[in-house]
């Protein structure tokens, strides 16, 4: 059964850095586009970045551009999300998509 576990989340003042990690079991997805998605209190879930099967071609949201950087390591079936700048209006609950498959999701939470 396919599983998409994150982690990292957590409580960061304003300015300061997270890395998320989502480790993916059950299937290889090498193959495939990983991406992150973000949902923020009382918003809808918003694409955040994603990154292309080889890790060549990567893209983010206008709101994360310059501050956010998307990898993968296809060896360990893993995407990370390596997010600095943080501000308030990051605060959600970040989840992990590959194709259909969705992640439970991990707090980010970041204090003025």
């Known amino acids: 059964q396919e599983q998409l576990v994150e982690s990292g989340g957590g ?5 300061g850095s ?4 989502c480790t993916a079991s059950g299937s290889t997805f090498s193959t495939y586009t990983m991406a992150w ?3 923020g209190p009382g918003k809808e879930r918003a694409f955040v970045a994603a990154i292309s099967w080889s890790g060549s071609n990567a ?3 206008d ?4 501050r956010f ?3 993968r390591d296809n060896a360990k079936n893993a995407v990370y999300l390596q997010m600095n700048s ?3 209006e990051d605060t959600a609950v970040y989840y ?3 194709y259909t498959y969705w992640g439970q999701g991990t707090q980010v939470t970041v204090s003025s």
């Open 18 to 21: 997270l890395r998320l990690s």
């Open 37 to 39: 998605f973000r949902q």
């Open 11 to 15: 409580l960061v003042q304003a300015g």
């Open 86 to 88: 943080l501000k308030p």
């Open 59 to 61: 893209n983010y949201a």
């Open 63 to 66: 709101s994360v551009k310059g």
């Open 96 to 98: 992990c998509n590959v």
């Open 69 to 71: 950087t998307i990898s």
